[in-house]
């Protein structure tokens, strides 16, 4: 299983560097709606998403700005639970800006792409409850298919948001 599981990532990777390596700096902040989730560099530099609670209805779409954070955020987070080290907060994930954003999700494939070298099938088996909560009865096998198809996702929103601007 393990094979099969390094297989979809390198897939579902190859998809999203495809779309990350063909990002422009203009890219990161487009606004492709009236209602968009970015993020936003406060008087100090540092850059943050925005963010609710509770999704708001209708949900905002997102920038590639916002999405890249995502998926720092979530891959940092899955890495953390998956190795034993405290998951960070979700305000504690900055968005480092596009160059340096892109360079952050390209570590986070590299540490990922080591992680699932370093699992065998006892690893597979044994209980993980990130996303879904304590209890949740799910594997790091689960949590390991979730992340390939977060990622795919995520790629998806990128390339399309930047199509669409690019025959803006």
Do not use: C
Request: hydrophobic share 50%; net charge negative.
């Amino acid at each position: 299983m393990i094979d099969a599981l390094r297989r979809q990532f390198e897939l579902a990777w190859a998809l999203a560097d495809l779309h990350l390596a063909s990002l422009t700096a203009d890219d990161f902040l487009w606004a492709p709606a009236p209602l968009v989730w970015t993020v936003h560099q406060d008087a100090s530099g540092r850059w943050y998403p925005d963010l609710a609670d509770t999704e708001p209805d209708p949900i905002p779409v997102p920038t590639i700005g916002w999405l890249t954070w995502h998926m720092i955020f979530w891959w940092s987070t899955a890495l953390a639970h998956l190795t034993d080290r405290v998951p960070p907060q979700r305000i504690e994930i900055d968005w480092p800006g596009p160059t340096a954003s892109v360079e952050r999700i390209r570590t986070l494939a590299t540490q990922w792409r080591d992680l699932l070298d370093s699992l065998t099938a006892a690893d597979l088996a044994a209980a993980a409850d990130f996303p879904w909560g304590e209890g949740s009865g799910r594997t790091v096998a689960d949590t390991v298919l979730w992340l390939h198809v977060e990622l795919t996702k995520n790629a998806a929103e990128i390339g399309q948001l930047r199509m669409l601007r690019a025959v803006r």
